[in-house]
């Protein structure tokens, strides 16, 4: 008989999200007229149609396809140039930060880059994590055998988490001990909080005095209004030393269901061997990524491209509108239910304050319960996230309008 990864017993639960869907899909059984009027503002999916140019791109795209003399097969593992070029053009060498194409790696999100990234990083390395954090960096280092057994809290055994609260606004602080690889995510989910240009530095130079890796999730960084706050790790000298980036098309684009992202790694990130040799990362995510994948559809890549033309990127900026608009609705809802809230400002996510001594779950239960209202129990996202719940902007506006309306009822 086969063994089986024995890592993945380590699991304390299912994912997180699933069990927000089992949850809200035996209340709807048992609640059959309920279910009628139930808003989800719980995952972050985008709800949106597609933008326009990107449907064109991909038709077009598809017709190629559909031609002997335009017809393509394998495409470059690391991803076309056209949409690597494009890339690190426009998110990078426009706002003066040094990216070659050869330093973006097209994929099919930043999600599955999180785990990805994980093959080319030894288990000796000693991992940081946000708390409260989005799940998927944790779940997947305890899947890779990089964690020890789980806790009670709900943590896992060899893993650093790194307290975000209100009195930190949410920030973490670089520890007083070494760690090797450290996950952060700005504007953040769960609590849609961002990080200064001085505290991002602050990160780069613990950093380089540790020769730690940053593993930075800009996932949500189109939604950045605040021009003092950076959109990229990149921005900060020094970085390109030290950090990784992971980016998608999923938030700005509403690429959720086609499925395309990219992850920077710099020519200049280097790690260690066993016997204390130091290499860059670079060549072992190229080699990564030309054995395990055959990147993104055409298709879909020239989809992503049409997202940088002039076109695209107004009904982009008009899909960012949409989504922060609701958060605008949403957090004041929330204020005028006298409840405390975060977040909705430079991200789609508002962080919220249970009431009355409430737990998290207990919040979700209620919500369900009186409002018919989909939220993520703030639990789910760590043991810093208890006493929290997150309200999603992704949505129509006539929900977030209703959802709003609602909330002042509670």
């Keep these: 008989m086969a063994y089986l990864n024995e890592n993945y017993l380590k699991l304390q639960a299912g994912y997180f999200f699933p069990e927000i869907a089992r949850r809200v899909r035996e209340f709807c059984e048992a609640n059959p007229e309920a279910a009628k ?42 991803g076309y140039e056209f949409l ?8 990078y060498r426009d706002r003066n930060i040094e990216i070659a194409d050869d330093e973006i790696f097209i994929s099919d999100g930043s999600k599955c880059d999180c785990g990805y990234i994980l093959d080319i990083l030894g288990d000796q390395n000693k991992v940081a994590v946000p708390d409260p954090v989005y799940p998927v960096y944790v779940d997947t280092n305890v899947m ?42 700005f504007p953040n989910n769960p609590t849609g909080a961002v990080a200064s240009r001085g505290q991002l530095a602050q990160w780069v130079e613990y950093a380089h005095a540790h020769e730690a890796i940053l593993l930075f999730d800009a996932a949500y960084e189109s939604y950045i209004s605040d021009p003092e706050i950076p959109h990229s790790i990149f921005e900060i000298p020094g970085a390109r030393e030290c950090a990784i980036e992971l980016c998608s098309f999923s938030k700005n684009g509403g690429f959720t269901g086609v499925r395309c992202g990219f992850t920077v790694m710099s020519n200049s990130v280097l790690a260690r ?138």
Aim: aromatic share 8%; hydrophobic share 35%; net charge negative.
């Design 144 to 185: 890779a055998g990089h964690t020890g057994q789980g806790t009670k809290d709900g943590g896992y055994e060899g893993i650093l988490y790194l307290p975000c609260t209100a009195e930190n606004d949410f920030v973490p602080e670089p520890p007083k001990e070494h760690v090797d690889l450290v996950y952060l995510c």
């Design 273 to 410: 061997t066993e016997n204390g040799r130091r290499l860059p990362l670079h060549p072992l995510w190229q080699r990564r990524w030309s054995t395990k994948s055959n990147s993104v559809s055409y298709p879909v890549q020239r989809g992503a491209e049409a997202l940088y033309s002039q076109e695209g990127h107004k009904q982009v900026r008009a899909l960012i509108d949409h989504y922060m608009g609701n958060a605008k609705l949403l957090r004041g809802a929330a204020a005028d239910a006298e409840l405390k809230a975060f977040g909705g400002v430079n991200a789609p996510y508002i962080w919220v304050e249970t009431p009355d001594g409430l737990t998290s779950w207990e919040m979700f239960d209620r919500m369900l319960r009186e409002l018919n209202v989909v939220i993520t129990p703030g639990a789910g996202f760590g043991a810093q996230g208890e006493g929290y719940f997150r309200l999603s902007a992704f949505n129509s506006r006539e929900n977030a309008e209703e959802v709003a309306r609602r909330l002042k009822n509670l």
């Design 84 to 91: 690597r070029s494009i890339i690190a053009q426009h998110d």
């Design 37 to 78: 009027r139930l808003i989800r503002c719980g995952i972050g999916d985008v709800t949106e149609p597609l933008p326009r140019a990107a449907v064109e791109a991909m038709k077009r795209a598809v017709e190629e396809l559909g031609h002997s003399e335009s017809f393509r097969g394998y495409g470059p593992e690391q």
